[in-house]
């Protein structure tokens, strides 16, 4: 019998929406934003997913803000993925993608539309081809942030005409209020999903609020990879704020071991991913 697969622990640190307000911990400047991030690099996360922010905690696509963010959790964190947020709340159109040129590792890309608790997600087809295009120039690999069963369908269809490079990484996004809900059923869709069109790649999950914990479990446990972090979830319970990031990342470390998987090194996630070392 072969060992189990090493799971990749992703650590969202910061978001475009919680707020100091929400919970004290969530880190908003660089500076706490690497002090952060380097706790949830010490605890087992191999990936930092990273959005930045104003002075004012106001969404921010500013490269400049991840240009300082980059080369922090660089020095920092030996090896650790770095992966930046194309996401929409932190600006429009092609100013979504100004950080890309700082050749990240990794970066996030939404493949298509959707609702989300109070608008539309937009993710119009020039733009995302754009995007794509952008991160194949810059050799960042893209991961497919899949709101929505169609958006595996079109990242295996991006992968086709080659707009996306080998192999394409996706991540089910379930939870978010208005979009996919957290069902087992349809998880376990989407894994067979993956496997009939993207039976090379690997897949992990994000699920927002409670529900992270309930994907944290579900993908541990179903050979898939892993996202935490207060970007998602600024609760440890009903009760109770999570106390930081590195605190959610050892929640899930328990989890993979619980469920007999090892947690990723940077080396071995980079492996897995075909990142450059």
Same mark, same amino acid.
């Given at each position: ?5 090493? !799971?990749?622990? !992703? $650590? ?8 100091? *307000? ?12 690497? =002090? ?11 990936? !930092?997913?990273?959005?930045? #922010?104003?002075?004012? %905690? ?5 490269? =400049? ?8 959790? =660089? +020095? /920092? ?14 600006? *429009?159109?092609? %100013? #979504?993608?100004? &950080? ?6 990794? @970066? ?28 194949? %120039? ?6 497919? %942030?899949?709101?929505?069963?169609? /958006?595996?369908?079109? @990242?295996?269809?991006? /992968?086709?005409?080659?707009?996306? *490079? ?13 979009? &996919? ?14 496997? #009939? ?6 897949? !992990? ?16 446990? @179903? ?7 207060? =970007? ?20 899930? $470390? ?14 071995? *996630?980079? +492996? ?6």
């Amino acid at each position: 019998m072969s060992d189990p697969k090493p !799971c990749i622990i !992703c $650590v969202a640190i910061t978001g475009s929406v919680p707020t100091k *307000a929400a919970n004290p911990a969530v880190p908003i400047t660089v500076a706490e934003q690497v =002090e952060s991030t380097h706790e949830a690099f010490e605890a087992g996360a191999a990936i !930092c997913h990273a959005h930045v #922010r104003n002075d004012d %905690e106001t969404p921010s696509s500013d490269p =400049e803000k991840f240009a300082r963010l980059k080369e922090g959790v =660089e +020095k /920092h964190c030996p090896g650790m993925i770095v992966q930046l947020s194309t996401g929409g709340r932190s600006g *429009a159109g092609q %100013e #979504r993608g100004g &950080m890309l040129p700082l050749r990240p590792d990794m @970066a996030s890309l939404s493949v298509g539309s959707n609702n989300f608790p109070t608008r539309v997600y937009e993710n119009p087809p020039d733009l995302v081809d754009w995007l794509a295009a952008q991160m194949l %120039e810059y050799d960042v690999k893209p991961e497919i %942030e899949a709101f929505d069963l169609s /958006h595996i369908h079109h @990242a295996a269809l991006m /992968h086709r005409r080659g707009q996306l *490079a080998d192999h394409p990484y996706v991540q089910f996004v379930m939870g978010v209020k208005n979009a &996919m809900p957290a069902d087992r059923e349809t998880f376990d869709f989407y894994v067979a999903t993956m496997k #009939r069109l993207l039976p090379e790649s690997e897949w !992990c999950t994000a699920g927002v609020g409670p529900n992270q914990i309930v994907l944290n479990e579900w993908a541990i446990a @179903a050979g898939g990879h892993a996202r935490t972090g207060l =970007e998602d979830n600024v609760r440890w319970d009903k009760q109770t704020l999570a106390p930081s990031n590195a605190a959610l990342v050892k929640r899930t $470390v328990e989890i993979c071991e619980k469920n007999a998987r090892p947690v990723a090194t940077t080396a071995q *996630a980079r +492996k897995i991913l075909g990142l450059r070392a």
